[in-house]
């Protein structure tokens, strides 16, 4: 791939001042001499689509171009970047406990990888969550919310704490936050990937004979639909007097196949390509929809893919019996809440893993819009004292520059500072096994340094 790239910078170049032809036969050679056959894009600035400039007859090659950003395409769905100049704009949510200690220790992390790639970025930070209750009596303030619909991306701590307990349950800071961030813009795809890296096997509760490859897998969760959001949804009083409650579980096609293509694509960018349908179709009208849906659609769309199937309830069984042998797992919105937190316990620490809600809609770069958090939560034991990991927050900016800017080069190089840091030995207590631990801030600092 170094080779690959370097070769193409220097026919991109070409490129720019007019020589198509060559980018031309430098694709041709690409595809000839890689593994891989390659397809270009280069992405338009202020559209969704980029323009394609020419296809080839031997697809899958295509050419697109613009002045803005310019990828090479594995059609095994990996991508090479080359980061023209991007002004990043960023909604940052804080949110509250850890939050804002973690936020604090990521921005200078970001900021220094993206001024050494020549981008710059723009931030605000806004109160949301119990921040929000607090500052401005709602956990969604209006201008939060009008600072994130500007941005290209959310950046967002962890909200909620026994601080808010007595708040109106609509109005605390899951319900009140959260859930319509989610659905305010449609960030329909949970992408949680659950790595355990080498250097931390010991913090995982599985034997590590049982996975003697470690654990390299990612969950994509739907996270706007299903029983979090289907109507009706309320309590009533029966006639009899008692209290009954409905939740409604409902999901229709679209829904079923616009996370199945985003299963797809991650099972693309990967080694094993494989995707593992959770469901339970045995029980549920809804499982048996998307096992349809899901079956067809990667029938017909991805024969490159191989699709397995678990029961939700083996599914549970077998990531604790046997994670190694998951790569994506694909799911719909609550078996995919509990199975991701289970994932990340498998995984090791909390304070590790990272995640990307991706919207329907584009950014101003043709990306998905997203918003990118730590699984772990608020963490209120812990929080004022410098003790949280800041690397799901650190890592989960690296997934927002991936996701959402195509910036693979300054999201890798965030990732490989942060397990270099983690390879020499400095680690936050949660994952020191009772060696000497070092606070949040000296991590932070140790990572900023290998950037
Ligand atoms: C998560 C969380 C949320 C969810 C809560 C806080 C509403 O558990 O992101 O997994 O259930 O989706
Ligand atoms: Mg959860």
């Known amino acids: ?90 909604a940052v949510l804080p949110g509250d406990y850890i939050g804002p200690e973690v936020m604090e220790a990521t921005l200078p992390i970001l900021e220094k990888a993206l001024k050494k790639h020549g981008h710059t970025l723009e931030y605000s930070v806004h109160p949301v969550g ?13 201008e939060t919310l009008a600072a994130c619909r500007a941005a ?33 813009f449609e960030l329909f795809a949970n992408v949680r990937p659950g790595l355990l890296l080498p250097a931390l096997m010991q913090s995982s509760p599985i034997a590590p004979a049982r996975i003697p490859n470690g654990i390299d897998m990612v969950c994509i969760r739907e996270l706007t639909g299903g029983i979090y959001f289907g109507q009706p949804k309320q309590t009533t009083t029966l006639p009899n007097g008692e209290l009954e409650a409905v939740d409604t579980m409902r999901y229709r096609t679209s829904e079923i196949e616009r996370i199945t293509d985003v299963a797809i694509a991650t099972a693309r960018g990967r080694e094993r390509k494989t995707i593992c349908l959770v469901d339970k179709s045995n029980v549920l009208e809804t499982s048996v ?53 289970e994932m990340a316990v498998v995984c090791g620490s909390l304070g590790m893993l990272s995640s990307a809600s991706l919207g329907a809609q584009k950014n101003r770069y043709g990306f998905p819009f997203g918003l990118y958090e730590p699984s772990g939560g608020s ?44 390879d020499a030995g400095t680690r936050t207590a949660d994952i020191a096994f009772g060696g000497n631990a070092v606070g949040t801030k000296a991590m932070a600092a140790a990572i900023l340094e290998k950037i």
């Open 152 to 184: 290209d991306a959310i950046l967002f701590g962890s909200v909620g704490g026994p601080k808010w307990k007595d708040v109106p349950r609509n109005e605390q800071p899951e319900r009140g936050a959260l859930l319509p961030l989610r659905k305010n």
């Open 1 to 90: 791939m170094k080779f690959a790239e370097a070769h193409a910078l220097e026919k991109v170049e070409k490129w720019k001042s007019g020589r198509v032809e060559e980018l031309k036969s430098l694709v041709v050679s690409l595809a000839k001499q890689g593994k891989e056959s390659f397809f270009y894009f280069i992405k338009v600035k202020l559209s969704a689509k980029p323009t394609p400039l020419f296809h080839f007859s031997t697809s899958p090659l295509l050419l697109f171009r613009s002045e803005q950003q310019i990828s090479i395409c594995g059609n095994a769905g990996t991508r090479v970047s080359f980061p023209a100049i991007m002004d990043l704009k960023i």
């Open 289 to 341: 929809l998307w096992n349809k849906i899901v079956t067809e659609r990667v029938a017909a769309l991805a024969p490159d893919v191989t699709l397995t199937h678990l029961l939700v309830d083996n599914a549970a069984m077998q990531l604790v019996a046997n994670p190694g042998q998951f790569d994506v797992l694909l799911t719909e919105n609550m078996f995919g809440d509990i199975l991701s937190d």
């Open 130 to 142: 119990g921040a929000g209750i607090d500052a401005c009596g709602k956990a969604l303030p209006d």
């Open 379 to 422: 963490a209120p034991d812990i929080a004022g004292q410098d003790k949280a990991n800041p690397c799901a927050q650190i890592l989960s900016a690296a997934l927002m520059l991936r996701h959402s800017f195509g910036l693979h080069d300054v999201a890798a190089e965030i990732e490989a500072a942060v397990r270099a840091t983690i």
